[in-house]
């Protein structure tokens, strides 16, 4: 394989940041036009979109019910919010310090992996990502099916929420899925700029409906129900501090994801003070909000008919106004399509493309990833919400921080925020390492993943029946007191033994 010759080094802006000389721009095998770093002049995304991002992510069915999943473990409102709001202000940490080299150089986060993995071996956290993304976009489509599909039966009646059934399901509710499916691919074919578009109006339009659902409810309620009154069933002991710490993994694990890949967007950003100010503005905030009105609905509505109905979709499905309905349709279309598109397409995409940067574009690597999300059987993952709450998430949360610590120790401990931008693009250059893969941080990887997921455990339900896949004590029995820390336990113990090593046995090109 012939390098690319080296070429001068990067411009860098008056407020630091860096993008390449138009004589300089790569054109070897690692590099295409969506992988190339962002010039200057297209770093436009503000405070508001990064904000307006947020919001679009954080409004959508599965973060509406993640307080319902908290206080079915015996925890009360208080201690569900709390839990959330600090899981988002801890992740919301890494989020800005791997989204710093974002406006700095423009690059998205697989080019950015290989300042610390190699190359090549970025490819290893890039599919990492990619795989967890897949997942995530079937669930999201299945979820945002399932909704046109449930609210679509108010408005045509019988004939549609009970038609012919296929592998279980109503045919309506496979054409909804469809139909939902084709939607997000038209959108994200043409490109971040429509993404970013889209955030814009979707974060807004989206507060207006959760909003709307609220004041309904509270109205119909005549005031909020007896859910706020309801004591803690683990109180403020040990019980609760035994449920508490794995609950918060689990929350940080929601958005761990997103604390890899921010780079993909932060890329466009007209400085770091957009970033920064965006998404603490955005995060923290947005998802405890979200949480507390989730609360707030659900309350209501035990106060209304007898039981909480934390699902937002069949709650609204008790409209019995055709416009309110329709409304409520489109809201739940918006809010799972912003978070689908913006968290689960286009981290894929670009993780696809770096694999193969002459064959796969970001396009291509949208359409693969919509594929897979498909073909991974999404109604079958939500079967179980226990496994994909707390095992799923807890799991991939616990291999994320893995990934996350490795890049955070690189950048910002041992190069301080300086990277050679030409360099990530070139065979034979300072991220080259051995035959482009940097034997450290695969060290850190395995010896972090194996401390975060190696006590990976199920749980018994109060008929002795296992619940999840893993042994009740846990894949490593050993391992299974830090498997509750998963997400903390990797990100720690990566970056400590990715700084030893690269300290005690330094690439010199490096």
Known sequence: MTATAPPPA????????????PDAVPSGPYANEDLLPVPLAQRKWTTYNFTALWVGMAHNVASWTLASGLVALGM????AVLTIALANVIVLVPMLLTGHAGPKYGIPFPVFARASFGVRGANLPALVRAAVACVWF????????????LLAGKLFGDSWANAGTIGGYP????????????????????GMEMVRRFENWAAPFVIVGAIALLIWMTNKAGGLGPL???????GWGGDFWKVFFPALMGMIGFWSTLSLNIPD??????????????????????MTLFALLSVLVTSGSQAVYGEPIWDPVALAAKLDNWAAVLFALITVLVATLSVNIAANVVSPAFDLSNIAPRRISFRTGALITSVVGV???????????????????????????????????????????????????????????????????????????VLAIGGSHSGLDAKGVKQGPFPVDGLIP?????????????????LLVYVLLSRLAPDRRS
Request: hydrophobic share 50%; charged share 15%; net charge positive.
């Open 76 to 79: 009360d409102w208080k201690q």
């Open 265 to 286: 967007f932060t890329r466009y950003a007209a400085g770091q003070r957009a970033q920064l100010w965006g998404q603490s503005l955005g995060l923290p905030t947005t």
């Open 478 to 494: 050993f391992l299974k007191p830090l498997a509750d820390y998963g997400w903390a336990v990797g990100l720690a113990a990566s």
């Open 375 to 449: 073909v991974i059987f999404p109604w079958k993952l939500l079967a179980s919400p226990q496994a994909y709450i707390f095992t799923w998430l807890g799991t991939v949360g616990g291999l994320l921080g893995t990934v996350a610590g490795i890049l955070i120790a690189d950048y910002w401990i041992l190069r301080r925020t300086r990277l050679e931008l030409a360099d990530l693009y070139r065979s034979e250059g300072r991220y080259w390492y051995d035959g482009g893969w940097n034997w450290r941080a695969l060290a850190a990887f395995v010896a972090g993943g």
């Open 171 to 190: 045919w309506t509710q496979w054409l909804s899925f469809v139909v939902f499916w084709i939607i997000q691919v038209a959108i994200i074919v043409r």
């Open 228 to 234: 706020l009154d309801q004591p803690s069933a683990l």
């Open 138 to 149: 079937g669930i999201q489509t299945w979820i945002g099916g399932s909704g046109i599909f």
């Open 10 to 21: 990067g411009r860098a802006g008056a407020d630091g940041r860096v993008e390449l000389s």
